[in-house]
């Protein structure tokens, strides 16, 4: 399978979802997506504890609905 042809099939199965059912998945990547980004300001700043770690992605985050 080419990757468009993945494409199509993942476009496909959204479209057989419900909302509800899309709203999930897209919640689930939202939370993937910024615990990748935890990790990296982590590895960044060694030393952060928790609720700096964050802050930091917080302000990331805020950064790029500004852009």
């Known amino acids: 399978m080419n990757a468009a042809t993945a494409l199509d099939k993942q476009i496909e199965r959204y479209r057989r979802m ?3 059912e899309r709203l999930s998945v ?3 990547l939202h939370e993937m997506s910024c615990e990748v980004a935890r990790e990296g ?3 960044q700043h060694p030393a952060a ?3 700096e770690v964050e802050r930091l992605l917080r302000r990331r985050l805020e ?3 500004a852009a």
Request: charged share 35%; net charge negative; no cysteine.
């Open 63 to 65: 950064l790029a609905r």
């Open 18 to 20: 419900t909302g509800e």
């Open 41 to 43: 300001i982590r590895h």
């Open 49 to 51: 504890d928790a609720a």
């Open 26 to 28: 897209a919640l689930e």
